[in-house]
């Protein structure tokens, strides 16, 4: 191999390498973003203290809307909206699933606070809504009746 070819190679390589870990980038980015000890805790409390909301106060400012009755707890259509200025990021739990924490949906540069989701849930509970704003926490629930369970 000549020395025009080697330098050929190498770049090549090089190239290669690097688009690789452009790949990768994202995936590094939401491993940073993803929270385990939030999403494994088995109690609400150990849930929300892995999001970092020690303390939660109520709000009218959250509107949560969930069904009455869920006839199927395998599919529970939610929807939260926050009214609290400075809304960073709403947290769906289910208070008596197995791993309690469902969701975290994180916003940046002025995206409408807003979700609409489905959730599965294993029994009747309080379905909680918990909004970061100012770096402060705020809370709403509901409770949803379940037919038969989703969890298994």
Known sequence: MNHKQ???????????ALLGMLALAPLRALAAAWNKAAFDATKVDAALQGLGAVQVG??????????????NGAIVQIEVESRIPGTEAIAILAEKNPT????????????????????KMGETADVR???????KYYSV???VEVSLGGCG
């Open 6 to 16: 080697w330098n050929r190679r190498a770049w090549l390589q090089g190239c290669a």
């Open 58 to 71: 109520p709000s009218r400012d959250i509107i949560l809307i969930a069904p009455d009755m869920a006839e």
């Open 100 to 119: 309690p924490l469902i969701a975290n949906f994180v916003f940046s540069n002025g995206a409408e606070p807003y979700v609409i989701t489905r959730i």
């Open 129 to 135: 809504a918990i909004i970061k704003a100012g770096g």
């Open 141 to 143: 629930a509901k409770k």
